[in-house]
């Protein structure tokens, strides 16, 4: 409720501001994904090319499959996109580093 009361304090009533912060946060989460991948792969001992290119590959899987559209299109979806960058983002953070 707290992005929903800054948005409208920033743009009123205009849904378009509404849509651009999820897509931002959208794109925060392709950003996630690529970490997490790259993290993940890291730990398995794969050269550094292959791993910067199924990471990639991995976050543009997440960024444009069209299982949640909703999440990003509809205004209401704000807090599925929340969720998912708070918890990519402690996915991130709590992955043990590569040995």
């Known amino acids: 409720m707290l992005s929903y009361w800054i948005n409208y304090q920033v743009a009123g009533k205009d849904p378009s ?3 651009f912060v999820n897509l931002v946060l959208h794109a925060i989460s392709g950003v996630l994904v690529y970490l997490l991948t790259k993290q993940i792969l890291e730990k398995f001992g794969a050269d550094r090319r292959r791993i910067i290119q199924c990471a990639s590959v991995g976050a543009i899987l997440f960024l444009v499959h069209p299982l949640q559209t909703e ?5 209401a979806g704000r ?6 960058v708070f918890e990519l983002g402690a996915l991130v953070i709590f992955t043990p580093p590569a040995m």
Do not use: D, K, Q
């Not at 999440?71 to 205004?75: E, F, G, K, L, R």
């Not at 807090?79 to 998912?84: D, F, T």
């Open 17 to 19: 501001l509404y849509h």
């Open 71 to 75: 999440s990003v299109a509809y205004i």
């Open 79 to 84: 807090s599925e996109v929340l969720c998912a």
